[in-house]
């Protein structure tokens, strides 16, 4: 089992930035692919971005590229998702989530461990 917790969320002016934090605990993450969705009101849930653990590869929805950075601190087992130049459509929960190494980055179906997302509203 993995536990996962996310905080950084908050109220922020557009144009403003955040940067969320996921700690995982429990068992060796060293396998693991952390992973960033978000889900706004009636809406599914996108997939933002994902960084492979060990190795550190990181993959970007192509609408979050540019204004999001997915990093990781391997010492602090956690993960991290900076977030620049916010805008309004940006309001949602986001979640981090853990999955066996392997593709499928974008699928949330294929995570296995979850954490219990924070709210980010970007007003306007």
């Known amino acids: 089992q993995v536990h996962l917790v996310e905080s950084g969320g908050g109220l922020v002016q557009a144009g403003g930035s955040l940067r969320l934090s996921c700690a995982a605990s429990?068992?060796?993450?060293?396998?693991?692919?952390m992973g960033w969705f978000r889900q706004a009101p009636g809406k599914e849930r996108e997939f933002v971005a994902a960084?492979?653990?060990?190795?550190?590869?990181?993959y970007y929805a192509t609408s979050m590229k540019g204004r999001f950075t997915i990093s990781r601190d391997t010492v602090k087992n956690t993960g991290y998702l900076q977030m620049n130049t916010l805008k309004p459509e940006d309001t949602a929960v986001y979640f981090c989530?853990?999955?066996?190494?392997?593709?499928?980055?974008?699928?949330?179906?294929?995570?296995?461990?979850w954490g219990q997302g924070t709210q980010v509203t970007v007003s306007s």
């Open positions: 960084i492979t653990w060990r190795d550190g590869d990181i």
């Open positions: 989530a853990m999955k066996a190494s392997g593709g499928n980055y974008p699928v949330a179906n294929v995570y296995d461990f």
């Open positions: 429990g068992r060796p993450i060293n396998r693991y692919t």
